[in-house]
């Protein structure tokens, strides 16, 4: 019998009258997964373990190129370590957003992993793989995150592990209690809460969290002893990286926490009710893309020369319109040349005034071209002419820059943004989202 | 008083890669209540501060969580060339010397 059946089957038996809890392994698998937590997790009995293993937020680099974010050796410990927890207790494991983004090579990357475990370690199991079948772009990487109806369909189809493509972070939580027949404002708010492991707790972190969810509401505790999710800590967690604190949109329906009620069990428990759950009319899908737009070369300089400091403006304009003036004597203009001054305007989007002469500034020229033998030249170009550039009342005539090592010109790479960030509406996210089951 | 002494947690972070959210949360009931009270924290005191239309601001308030949350679009999408902050975790700095 695998995993999701039998914990289906006995949720079945019980008829309402046991809760289930779900263990929130990491907010993001592959960045390491704290032993100690995890394993006091475990101890718990739990009835699901669940990871996030991806998000927007790295930006469109991964998404991008298909690498994923986090290192190879620890993403194989992550893997290992809830692989090993989930079959030991014959709960099911589900895997959401699969190699930092979540396309196919992200996924095909992460299940590679997996099987070299299972290899490894002699484990067999049944796993359902989520595929993502939004339109396939050859000059993109686009990808649909995926619902909890996703995840339920894996579950029903009687699975070990679950491991899905981009997916929301809720849907890996909130699916199984759905499916048990719990009711799902509360599942899904539970879920939005531990996709984060602790960091709803005083203080924050990334260790593992419980969270025991009834008919009426749920449970949070953190398996780490020092991390306490108060009523304060966990309804502030609603702020987080969300643009509406009581309002969550899923595509199978919207999730309202206006009404949402939060209590102290103990000084390290917090009992969470009244989220409604209203379902959608009709689904949508939010989808994400990322497109090459040419590779990187950057360049790493400093300077402590207050008359340079003072006219860095002028100087990085005149200097970037001799180096126009070379590199494109028999070539097009196919570059852009950015500047971020840090001491200035490095970190800052809007401008700010300087009250204080500066001590020291970090330069850093950042050039997109077309092929990165370009973008290299802009840059080496650059650096030789911003290190002698004369101007008006210069003393310091041997160079203006100070570089921390060399070369000072580094190419980086591919350069991706993001060209889709839309939502879609979704007659049949079945077709959208299929289902493959592998026997591991 | 500057709003850097009175709230516990000022913070920022993209809320997809268009916007970002700033967070301002408080210790005790009564900060939250001065701070939603002096009317620093509103559309037409921020939007100058990030360079947008008043109306493209929003604030709300959040009781529960002692926090006042504002949604701010961001002037360039999140990593594309030029963006300095991809994550969006550093443009709280504005709101820290707003008088409360």
């Known amino acids: ?440 | 008083m500057q709003l850097q002494d009175l709230a516990q947690v000022v913070r920022s972070k993209n809320a997809g890669p268009r916007r970002f959210t700033l967070d301002v949360i408080f210790r005790s009931d009564a900060d939250y209540q001065r701070a939603t009270q002096s009317e620093a924290l509103i559309a037409e005191k921020i939007a100058p501060l990030y360079g947008v239309a008043v109306d493209a601001v929003t604030v709300i308030n959040y009781p529960l969580g002692r926090a006042i949350k504002i949604v701010v679009p961001r002037q360039i999408m999140s990593g594309d060339p030029g963006d300095r902050d991809v994550y969006g975790a550093q443009q709280h700095t504005p709101l820290l010397r707003l008088e409360i």
């Open chain 1, 1 to 440: 019998m695998t995993a999701s059946a039998r914990i289906l089957d006995h949720f079945s038996k019980a008829n309402g009258s046991e809760p289930i809890r779900i263990l929130g392994a990491s907010g993001q698998l592959g960045y390491g997964v704290p032993t100690p937590a995890f394993s006091a997790g475990l101890e718990r009995k739990p009835h699901l373990i669940g990871c996030d293993m991806g998000s927007i937020d790295i930006g469109p680099y991964y998404l991008g190129s298909g690498e994923l974010a986090t290192a190879l050796a620890a993403t194989r410990r992550d893997l290992r370590k809830v692989l090993l927890g989930a079959l030991k207790l014959k709960i099911p494991l589900i895997i959401g957003s699969a190699g930092s983004a979540g396309a196919k090579p992200h996924l095909e990357q992460t299940l590679a992993i997996i099987r070299e475990i299972a290899r490894e370690e002699g484990l067999g199991f049944r796993m359902g793989v989520l595929l993502d079948a939004t339109e396939v772009d050859a000059a993109a990487n686009i990808v649909g995150q995926m619902g909890m109806s996703a995840f339920q369909r894996a579950l029903a189809a009687g699975v070990d592990v679950v491991v899905a493509g981009r997916a929301c972070d809720t849907a890996i939580f909130a699916a199984l209690p759905a499916v048990a027949g719990f009711p799902i404002g509360p599942a899904q708010h539970m879920a939005k809460i531990i996709e984060c492991a602790s960091l709803c707790c005083v203080p924050g972190g990334r260790d593992s969290i419980l969270a025991t969810l009834d008919q009426e509401g749920f449970e949070l505790e953190s398996m780490a002893p020092q991390r306490r999710a108060t009523p304060v800590s966990v309804a502030a967690h609603s702020l987080c990286e969300q643009s509406d604190p009581f309002t969550v949109q899923e595509p199978e329906g919207r999730l309202d926490l206006s009404r949402a009620t939060y209590h102290a069990l103990d000084d390290r428990r917090t009992r969470v009710v009244g989220a409604v759950w209203e379902e959608a009319r009709e689904p949508w899908v939010k989808i994400e893309g990322a497109r090459h737009v040419g590779e990187r070369a950057i360049l790493l300089c400093g300077t402590a020369d207050p008359r340079f400091i003072a006219r860095h403006e002028q100087l990085l304009q005149e200097v970037e319109s001799v180096v126009r003036d070379l590199v494109c004597e028999d070539a097009a203009e196919d570059y852009v040349l950015t500047w971020r001054v840090y001491g200035v305007n490095g970190v800052r989007m809007t401008p700010v005034t300087q009250n204080t002469p500066l001590g020291e500034a970090f330069i850093l020229g950042e050039c997109i071209a077309p092929t990165r033998p370009r973008a290299a030249e802009v840059v080496r170009t650059t650096k030789q002419y911003l290190l002698h550039h004369g101007y008006e009342g210069r003393l310091s005539t041997a160079g203006n820059l100070a570089f921390p090592f060399t070369p000072p010109e580094v190419s980086v790479g591919p350069a991706y943004r993001f060209n889709v960030y839309h939502l879609m509406r979704a007659s049949d996210l079945d077709a959208l989202f299929p289902l493959e089951i592998e026997t591991v």
